[in-house]
């Protein structure tokens, strides 16, 4: 009820001079979720109309009723089940990988220049290779994805990803039970299992990275290969 009565309250497409979009108000709806009250549904929506659509469908799925929509998920108690996080290896990196969410979420931020303090010594700062700026042409896209693959600034990269995100998601008062991890990965679940500091996990991720990429690139070769389940 909260969230439609807030959607109700915004100005409609075109009559505000600037339109809000998604992300305004999912971080303004966050936010209002830290004063108190239980998470009741998640809409997955692409405008505001969309938006208000899946609300009034949440209302009616809250009421019980039944609705099917793949957009639209409420829950009723308490979840059941067991919740795994998988930490990702070297090849998941990508520039401008979770751009927005640095934007919005000082977690991520705080992991970034925690990582960056132990990764002197790259072609460029560290927020600089996750984020860099636009690129015109497929020359510049490909430059800039090389300079992020590098072992070194690879797997710092990863990490400080792997670690705002886990940042937030305990802010958000979700925790695991069980951990996993995909190649580097594996030293990150480590880390939040507990085997591991932050601080150690963040020496040991840049001298590994480090001690990777002074092979050389004649060493062999790693291919990431996206397929189907099946």
Same mark, same amino acid.
């Given at each position: 009820?909260?969230?439609?009565?807030?959607?109700?309250?915004?100005?409609?497409?075109?009559?505000?001079?600037?339109?809000?979009?998604?992300?305004?108000?999912?971080?303004?709806?966050?936010?209002?979720? /830290?004063?108190?009250?239980?998470?009741?549904?998640?809409? @997955? $929506?692409? $405008?505001?109309?969309?938006?208000?659509?899946?609300?009034?469908?949440?209302?009616?799925?809250?009421?019980?009723?039944?609705?099917?929509?793949?957009? @639209?998920? @409420?829950?009723?108690?308490?979840?059941?089940?067991?919740?795994?996080?998988?930490?990702?290896?070297?090849?998941? =990196?990508?520039?401008?990988?979770?751009?927005?969410?640095?934007?919005?979420?000082?977690?991520?931020?705080?992991?970034? $220049?925690?990582?960056?303090?132990?990764?002197?010594?790259?072609?460029?700062?560290?927020?600089?290779?996750?984020?860099?700026?636009?690129?015109?042409?497929?020359?510049?896209?490909?430059? =800039?994805?090389?300079?992020?693959?590098?072992?070194?600034?690879? =797997?710092?990269?990863?990490?400080?990803?792997?670690?705002?995100? @886990?940042?937030?998601?305990?802010?958000?008062?979700?925790?695991?039970?069980?951990?996993?991890?995909?190649?580097?990965?594996?030293?990150?679940?480590?880390?939040?299992?507990?085997?591991?500091?932050?601080?150690?996990?963040?020496?040991?991720?840049?001298?590994?990275? /480090?001690?990777?990429?002074?092979?050389?690139?004649?060493?062999?070769?790693?291919?990431?290969?996206?397929?189907?389940?099946?």
């Amino acid at each position: 009820d909260r969230a439609a009565a807030y959607l109700e309250s915004l100005p409609r497409h075109g009559e505000a001079p600037a339109p809000l979009t998604l992300r305004d108000l999912a971080y303004v709806a966050a936010v209002e979720a /830290r004063q108190g009250g239980r998470v009741r549904a998640a809409l @997955v $929506s692409a $405008s505001a109309q969309d938006l208000r659509r899946g609300i009034a469908r949440a209302k009616m799925a809250a009421a019980g009723d039944t609705v099917s929509d793949p957009g @639209v998920y @409420v829950g009723h108690g308490d979840a059941d089940g067991a919740m795994a996080w998988l930490f990702p290896g070297q090849g998941s =990196q990508y520039p401008g990988m979770a751009r927005e969410l640095a934007a919005y979420l000082p977690e991520v931020r705080a992991a970034v $220049s925690a990582a960056a303090a132990h990764t002197a010594g790259l072609a460029a700062p560290l927020d600089h290779l996750l984020w860099p700026p636009a690129a015109y042409s497929d020359d510049a896209r490909h430059a =800039q994805r090389q300079r992020l693959a590098n072992t070194a600034a690879a =797997q710092p990269a990863i990490c400080a990803m792997s670690c705002g995100l @886990v940042d937030l998601l305990r802010r958000l008062r979700l925790a695991p039970s069980a951990l996993a991890g995909h190649s580097y990965g594996e030293f990150v679940a480590l880390h939040v299992a507990g085997a591991l500091d932050r601080e150690s996990l963040l020496r040991l991720t840049a001298a590994r990275g /480090r001690a990777m990429a002074s092979v050389g690139p004649d060493a062999g070769t790693m291919a990431a290969v996206a397929r189907s389940r099946e």
